[in-house]
């Protein structure tokens, strides 16, 4: 079994002074459709498979890290799941609440005031829609800074199409390259036996389907689905006695930009731009080093703006990177490789699913849809980076074998 860099290793990305932190376990629970099982048992059910998953004992678990669910998350998830964990975190800053709770998971180990933090996630958003247990909403809320924009009627998918038209306009981005991040999702998505949706589209496809929200129609936004997962992180000392092998956290970086759209001094700039400038200068690696990007994906335009942000390619150039089958498992940066949110599922705060994602690539575990490099072997780095509320903020954690 592989151990631990040493505290002197100079490999890049080692962390600074402190223990090393590895991903152990990582799991799915039943995702899709599901309409039988409540958040809290797919919360349970992913848990339970992650813990298998690293091998270890669930005595080892005493950190726990939740959002989403319940009065007091995540005090009720811990006492649903049998734990009393001496380190929480109930961090809630939308879909890259999962990076930046996994940064915070990984400084407390590195620190000593965890050994083993759980981030665990479990949503029935479609099931409940479904059931009529709850409707959906056009915004967050009318409180705050948020009631000088709610009486204009703006959803949030809305704030999204605005950001993607001034990006067109700025910048000649077309429709069909926004459409093309989703047929190289779907495509991505047709060897995962996770994914909710695996036929294949075209961009005219994409084009021809019922406007939601201009200049996004149907297959430019994200599915709704069921589902949950988990990711169990641990200190260095843990790793030998763990079932497969470890996956590093190098870095990781948070930014939160805005709340308010008028707020917002750039709509072609997404927060990633500062999170992952940070996580890449905290892990000692460059974007030119990464062989896989997991990539928040409610929208097109996320994965787009989110890969020149993240330094794949200039700024205004995101239109003709992606359109070259560039995000596909057999393309130079493979992107979003189980589908994404656009294909596989999208339960809700969907960021803890890319952490799974590029574990699994990481370690060769991704079956049919395995990434390989052009000597054949599996990636050794690999980029997650979530995206908050809209574009309100931002964690990136860079992660290597």
């Known amino acids: 079994m592989p151990t631990a860099p040493s505290s002197t290793s100079t490999r890049p990305g080692t962390r600074g002074p402190g223990r090393k932190v590895a991903v152990v376990g990582v799991a799915l629970?039943?995702?899709?459709?599901?309409?039988?099982?409540t958040p809290y048992a797919l919360h349970a059910q992913a848990a339970r498979r992650a813990l298998a998953d690293s091998g270890l004992g669930r005595d080892v678990i005493d950190g726990i890290a939740s959002a989403g669910l319940g009065t007091l998350a995540p005090v009720e998830v811990a006492e649903y799941l049998g734990l009393a964990p001496r380190w929480a975190d109930s961090t809630s800053v939308g879909g890259s609440t999962w990076e930046v709770m996994a940064a915070h998971a990984a400084d407390a180990i590195a620190a000593g005031r965890a050994n083993a933090v759980l981030l665990v996630y479990g949503s029935t958003a479609?099931?409940?829609?479904?059931?009529k247990r709850r409707t959906s909403n056009l915004s967050f809320g009318a409180?705050?800074?948020?009631?000088?924009?709610?009486?204009?009627?703006?959803?949030?998918i809305a704030k999204y199409a605005m950001a993607a038209r001034r990006h067109m306009h700025e910048y000649g981005t077309t429709l069909e390259q926004l459409a093309s991040v989703a047929v190289q999702a779907r495509a991505n998505a047709a060897t995962n036996p996770d994914a909710m949706f695996r036929d294949p589209i075209t961009v005219d496809e994409v084009l021809s389907g019922p406007m939601i929200a201009d200049p996004f129609t149907k297959l430019h936004c994200c599915i709704r689905s069921d589902g949950g997962c988990a990711v169990l992180l641990a200190a260095e000392e843990?790793?030998?006695?763990?079932?497969?092998?470890p996956v590093w956290v190098l870095?990781?970086?948070?930014?939160?930009?805005?709340?308010?759209?008028?707020?917002?001094d750039d709509f072609t700039v997404s927060p990633a731009a500062v999170s992952g400038r940070i996580a890449f200068e905290r892990a000692g690696v460059r974007p030119a080093d990464i062989d896989i990007a997991e990539i928040y994906d409610a929208f097109t335009y996320m994965t787009l703006v989110t890969l020149e942000d993240l330094g794949f390619c200039e700024k205004g150039e995101g239109g003709s990177f992606v359109e070259k089958g560039r995000l596909l498992r057999d393309g130079e940066l493979p992107t979003n490789t189980d589908g994404g949110g656009l294909s596989a599922q999208h339960p809700g705060m969907r960021g803890l699913f890319l952490l799974v994602e590029a574990v699994r690539q990481l370690r060769g575990q991704a079956g049919e849809g395995q990434v390989r490099r052009a000597d054949g072997s599996v990636p050794e780095l690999a980029v997650a980076s979530g995206t908050g509320g809209w574009f309100c903020s931002s964690g990136t954690v860079i992660l290597g074998r």
Do not use: N
């Open 238 to 245: 843990y790793v030998r006695d763990c079932a497969s092998e």
């Open 29 to 37: 629970s039943d995702c899709g459709r599901v309409d039988e099982a």
């Open 126 to 131: 479609r099931a409940d829609i479904k059931a």
């Open 251 to 264: 870095g990781a970086g948070e930014h939160v930009s805005h709340t308010t759209m008028s707020e917002w």
């Open 143 to 156: 409180r705050g800074p948020l009631q000088f924009e709610v009486p204009y009627g703006h959803s949030l």
